[in-house]
């Protein structure tokens, strides 16, 4: 018994145990507690991503300031890149400036502390001792540790206060001194870069400007803010209680370099005219736009208001203080923005008569004419189903009679124009102007690029066709005319307008090449040499003559729109130029809107700015004077409104005989080197300047501005527009705005203005 009691005890120990089963009960609940924790944990995150989000920075401050905080982050500002001119000189940078920063709590913390360091801010960094005071006494600022008191300060003033506070043993100072220097505390600079423009106002609209170190609206600093904005790195320490310091340092990572096609002593040629004629008669605006045909390069800019990129919200270029004072902040708003607006790019206007070559260009590419037609101008054209509505040509009530292609652009004949679009039809006139990119943008790299607006086959009749033809009835801005031209001047090439040609790294090595863009060929060769020839024909002997340039060949037309209402008096004139004929180096763009006198028709005043221009531009770019027999640049007579005017690119002027004279009054040649009256070069002292063989050594750019007298003939060519019956261009709806350029800015606001 005894042993069978034994073996059913060893059974019984050696049955399993019964398991206990989660039942669903069980499960349920583990999954619900499960799924209240993961909720708890989703309310967390969200909750710390919201205050981040919201109150990031607040508590941030706070925790710098908080007593007992030993850790220390500082940012490692990056330094923006550079913009360069084609030849490599520097128009903009940074340098770099330092934040003065106060820790209140540490300077507090010691009253021996106080009196050394508010003296040594107020003396050395001329800093308001009552703000310093204030701070470090006021509840809420006292026992912070970040009080900024001062921004961009110079290295220069930073070294001065280093040398201050930094007393060395050999220092002649007395014990006492040396002690007083010895308790400025809790003084420290943070790092930070300043933009600086080194030409100020020049090429102020391309370059434009930086808000703030990463803030850019305006210009190229916005359309390639990107590009020039580097990542910020970061410092962070660990002070012990025994003040050893941990540090790990990532390194800022410096922007990208951008080097431009814009040249600047032709950016100086271009604005020493500009200001010439502002100064002599003046206009709402003037828009000028230097280009190079070969490759859709932008040389020189010129579209608006003056304006110190060093101090972009000073309105005192353009305003009067008075005028300023009496602005309120809507207003102060409004005019900077349009003081910041780019003419050139932004603007939309009837362009006039300037399109007439690109219109025939079209019309012959189309086979629509051919180079041997003809047509007869007898005033104007009669349109209306009861042939009521008469479109004048500009010589009307004469005629111009029969005339070739050559003879209809140099005359600038509207009449044939209108026959010419005719001939077209509305489809073909449409498609051809599309060819040449109206209606939508070119793609230059500046932001806020206007399109222009262009008929539809709905809203293009007969009348409208006939307007177009001659550059009224429709809008387009400088950089859609020019680049239009250009492909019609350089054998047909369409090229997307540019500016900048290559990017570098902070060391200076190329990052990337931008090359020309071809986009498309719009017109042959052959047609394009016979443009160019009738052009030519216009500069010689029709309307464009007034801006010849002796010693060069060149090919022109201008270009006179009436503003709408039509009969209002207000009018663009302009006028687009190339030279050599045979081979375009320099394709400019000129337009005056509204010139300040009663009669504003008159294309010969863009011609005189651009005459100025081309007179030291071509000499200037190195173009060999192609109609000059022994290759030297003869004297171009210049409009006599720029007596006293001109300031030259070297800080020479104008005198009252038409002489080119330094700011002491000596005789100067066009490179601002002294030459007495026969043109032989003077060094510094006045005495003749001798070759190796000792004879006087004579200047090869010398220049003049003389005064040319208007001929009867002047006023038989004319081109303008007077015609009530001259239709309106179509309301725009903004379609494909966006085409092509997708940098837009709605320019600033007041923040950004520096209003309240």
Known sequence: MQRGEKLSNTRQRNKKRPQKKINHLMRGKLVGLFAVVLLALVCLLGRITYINATSGQKYKKQVLTQAQQKYESNVLPAKRGDIYDRNGNILATSNKVYNVILDCKTVNSDEDYVEPTVRALTEVLGL?????????????????????????LSMDDKKKFDEYTNVSEDSDLSDAQKKERSNIKGVWFEEDYLRSYPFNDLACDTI????????????????????????????????????????????????????????????????????????????????????????????????????????????????????????????????????????????????????????????????????????????????????????????WPDAHGTETLREVIANSCNDAMMQIAAKMGTEQFLKAQTLFNFGSRAGIDLP???????????????????????????????????????SVINGGYYYQP????????????????????????????????????????SVDEGTSHTSKVQGYSSGGKTGTAEKLPRGNKKYVVSFITFAPVDDPQVLMYVVV??????????????????????????????????????????????????????????????????????????????????????????????????????????????????????????????????????????????TGTDEGNDMESEGITNEEAGLE
Request: charged share 25%.
């Open 128 to 152: 308001d001792e009552d703000d310093i005071r204030s701070r470090l006494s006021a509840e809420k600022t006292a026992n912070s540790q970040y009080q900024i008191i001062k921004k961009q």
């Open 448 to 486: 806020n690029e206007g399109s222009g607006v262009i008929h539809t086959t709905e809203t293009m009749g007969e009348t409208e066709l006939a307007c177009s033809a001659f550059g009224q009835g429709f809008t387009c801005t400088m950089i859609q005319e020019i680049n239009a031209m250009c």
């Open 208 to 395: 434009g400007f930086t808000l703030a170190r990463d803030t850019a609206d305006v210009g190229l600093e916005s359309y390639y803010n990107s590009t020039l904005t580097g990542a910020d790195g970061r410092q962070y320490g660990y002070i012990n209680d025994d003040s050893d310091v941990e540090q790990t340092i990532i390194d800022p990572s410096d922007g990208q370099s951008i080097v431009t096609s814009l040249d600047v002593g032709a950016q100086q040629i271009v604005e020493k005219y500009v200001n010439g004629f502002k100064s002599s008669m003046g206009a709402k605006n003037i828009g000028v736009v230097v280009m190079k045909p070969s490759t859709g390069e932008i040389i020189a800019m010129d579209g608006g208001d003056r304006y110190d990129l060093n101090d972009p919200r000073d309105l005192s270029q353009v305003y009067s203080q008075e005028e300023i004072k009496a602005m309120n902040d809507e207003e102060t708003v409004t005019a900077l923005n349009a003081m910041w607006n780019n003419f050139c790019v932004t603007d939309a206007f009837e362009p006039g008569s300037v399109v007439k070559p690109i219109v025939m260009a079209g019309a012959l590419e189309k086979g629509k004419i051919s180079v041997n037609d003809s047509f007869v101008c007898d005033g104007g054209q009669l349109f209306g189903a009861n042939g009521d509505t008469y479109i004048k040509c500009a010589v």
């Open 593 to 734: 809107d509204e010139p300040n006198t009663e009669d504003q028709a008159d294309s010969k005043y863009p011609q005189y700015i651009a005459q100025g221009i081309l007179s030291e531009l071509l000499p200037y770019l190195n173009v060999t004077p192609d109609e000059s027999e022994d290759g030297s640049v003869p004297e171009t007579e210049l409009w006599e409104g720029f007596k006293g005017k001109l300031v030259d690119v070297s800080g020479s002027s104008v005198d009252a005989n038409g002489n080119l004279v330094d700011a002491e009054g000596n005789l100067v040649d066009m490179d601002g080197k002294r030459i007495d009256e026969d043109g032989y070069l003077l060094d510094d002292n006045g005495e003749h300047v001798l070759d190796a063989e000792g004879q006087y050594v004579k200047s090869n750019n010398i220049g003049a501005a003389s005064a040319t007298n208007s001929s009867s003939e002047d006023n038989k060519l004319k081109e303008a527009i007077s015609d009530t019956n001259v239709p309106a261009p179509p309301e725009n709806n903004d």
């Open 498 to 537: 540019h500016l900048v040609t290559a990017i570098k790294d902070s060391n200076g090595g190329i990052v990337k090449n931008i090359d020309p863009v071809l986009m498309k060929q719009t017109i042959s060769s052959d047609i394009s040499a016979d443009i160019r020839s009738y052009m030519k024909a």
